[in-house]
């Protein structure tokens, strides 16, 4: 299994940022997928999952309405589309399938 995340940086408070996983090793288009984030001293926590068709997805409260996780089961990948972006988003931001997680990808939120 490999789960490998792209597409973070630095942006503005306000900005946008699209963070995309490409998955391997494992029949994706049967897998629920999920995002989590760990900020700089504290626990890793759930953002968003998204079931196998991408038929329900799933929010934390603290990302609701401004975040939206998708996925294309053509590409084996999965993508969470982050706007309105606040400085408190900053973290590193994990792919997840069962017990396997991507190497992360950061992002700074910050003017």
């Known amino acids: 299994v490999r789960l490998v995340e792209s597409g973070g940086g630095l942006v503005l408070p306000g900005g946008s940022l699209r963070l995309s996983c490409a998955a391997s090793g494992f029949t994706f288009s049967s897998a629920g997928m999920s995002w989590y984030r760990q900020a700089p001293g504290k626990e890793r926590e759930w953002v968003a999952t998204i079931t196998s068709l991408g038929g329900s997805t799933y929010y934390a409260d603290s990302v609701k309405g401004r975040f939206t996780i998708s996925r294309d089961n053509a590409k084996n990948t999965v993508y969470l589309q982050m706007n309105s972006l606040k400085p408190e988003d900053t973290a590193v931001y994990y792919c997840?399938?069962?017990?396997?997680w991507g190497q992360g990808t950061q992002v700074t939120v910050s003017s």
């Open positions: 997840n399938w069962r017990s396997y």
